[in-house]
Nanobody
Framework: QVQVVESGGGLVQAGDSLRLSCVAS????????MGWFRQPPGKEREFVAA????????SYADSGKGRFTISRDNAKNTVYLQMNRLKPEDTALYYC???????????????????WGQGTQVTVSS
């Protein structure tokens, strides 16, 4: 059983930065594919970014390209989401997800991930 815990959310102003962290414990972190998803108020959960277990290949939603950076530190069992130039439309509950053996074409699909955290709230004021 993998435990997933996110942190780093908060209330910021438009243009500010935040770094979200996610610790996944209970297994071999280096073998996991890791993803970040978000759920804006009143909307469906959506893909934000992912980083694969092999080679650290990354994938981003168009909404975050050029502003968000996902990275991982296998020694700390942690994945990060650096978010710069935040916009009010980035306001959402951000979830970290853990997957195993996800093929590249599925890396953006929430259903491909096995374990999820409780989420961390990010609120961006205008």
């Amino acid at each position: 059983q993998v435990q997933v815990v996110e942190s780093g959310g908060g209330l910021v102003q438009a243009g500010d930065s935040l770094r979200l962290s996610c610790v996944a414990s209970g297994g071999t972190f280096s073998t996991y594919d890791m993803g970040w998803f978000r759920q804006p108020p009143g909307k469906e959960r959506e893909f934000v970014a992912a980083i694969r277990r092999i080679g650290g290949q990354t994938s981003y939603a168009d909404s975050g390209k050029g502003r968000f950076t996902i990275s991982r530190d296998n020694a700390k069992n942690t994945v990060y989401l650096q978010m710069n130039r935040l916009k009010p439309e980035d306001t959402a509950l951000y979830y970290c997800a853990v997957g195993r053996g996800i093929i590249l074409s599925n890396i953006r699909a929430a259903g491909a991930y096995n374990s999820w955290g409780q989420g961390t709230q990010v609120t961006v004021s205008s």
